[in-house]
């Protein structure tokens, strides 16, 4: 298992580990093969736990904390490592803290995975953006979260947009090309695809985060099933990757 490593502009700190699982390495069968990391998806539970432990010795990471993920935009901060996840996960789809050695994760299949590291406090967060996330700002409001609870300046953030869908594949209606044109500009669709990325990046430059301190992943989930799963390319029955950011310990 070789994990991807997204976010190498996040990790200049020297102080930071991040990145996302792929699909491969793993134990579970078709549909989830290999390495699905998530419980809600129909996988044999024991076959996660193993895949789980095969990703946490690999990263090495220990205290992990997920959220129960409903396609909104609720953040929830951890305050300090308890050594056990919160149990059970709380509903949101973002997760922030400004503690060392807690490993924030999300769970994605061609969802927008959005990692976030304010230099200079330190902090972190990362949420889940699918469409309906990002419709919904949820990574505005994760930035607005860290501020509100760290004091983040949104000037000192780092933004990476981890693999997901591209606009190459991701046909929707146009009634929603229309709403998302309407909210985050023209930009955001060609006429027939929706750009997630675009619409991510636009939200968070009108909020004040210079364009420059973003950065995109050009794999698409659906274009690469061999590293990926893709709920769009596989009919909605697939795994899960986890997508990671923690601040290690000194
Ligand atoms: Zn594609």
Same mark, same amino acid.
């Given at each position: ?37 998530? /419980? ?31 396609? $909104?935009?609720? !953040? ?9 996840? &919160?149990?059970?996960?709380? +509903?949101?789809?973002?997760?922030i ?32 953006? $699918? ?6 700002r ?16 949104? /000037? ?15 046909? !929707?209606?146009? +009634? &929603? &090309? ?22 991510? !990046?636009?939200? &968070?430059?009108?909020? $004040? ?24 390319? +596989?009919? $909605?029955?697939t ?5 990671y950011?923690?601040?290690?310990t +000194?």
């Open positions: 298992m070789k994990t991807y490593r997204a976010i190498q502009e996040l990790q200049t700190t020297g102080s930071v580990t991040a990145g996302i699982s792929l699909r491969t390495g793993g134990i579970s069968n078709t549909p989830y093969a290999t390495l699905n990391l998530a /419980e809600h998806v129909g996988d044999d539970p024991r076959a996660v736990a193993t895949n789980r432990k095969i990703l946490f010795q690999q990263t090495g990471l220990k205290n992990w904390q997920y959220c129960r993920q409903v396609h $909104g935009n609720c !953040v929830i901060a951890v305050d300090a490592p308890t050594g056990a996840s &919160l149990e059970p996960p709380p +509903e949101a789809d973002a997760l803290s400004a503690c060392r050695g807690v490993a924030l994760g999300i769970f994605t299949a061609d969802c927008v995975p959005i990692f976030i590291l304010d230099i200079e406090t330190p902090a972190i967060g990362i949420a889940h953006a $699918g469409w309906r996330g990002t419709f919904a949820v990574a505005v409001n994760t930035l607005a979260q860290m501020k509100a609870c760290f004091g983040t300046v949104i /000037e000192n953030c780092r933004v990476h947009l981890g693999p997901a869908i591209q606009k190459c594949c991701y046909t !929707v209606s146009a +009634e &929603l &090309l229309t709403q998302f044109a309407e909210r985050f500009g023209c930009s955001v669709h060609d006429g027939t695809h929706l750009n997630l990325q675009a619409a991510n !990046v636009n939200q &968070l430059v009108e909020a $004040g985060l210079p364009a420059t301190s973003i950065s995109i992943s050009p794999l698409c989930t659906a274009c690469r099933t061999d590293l990926f799963y893709s709920h769009r390319a +596989e009919n $909605g029955q795994g899960r990757m986890l997508s950011i923690q601040l290690d +000194e």
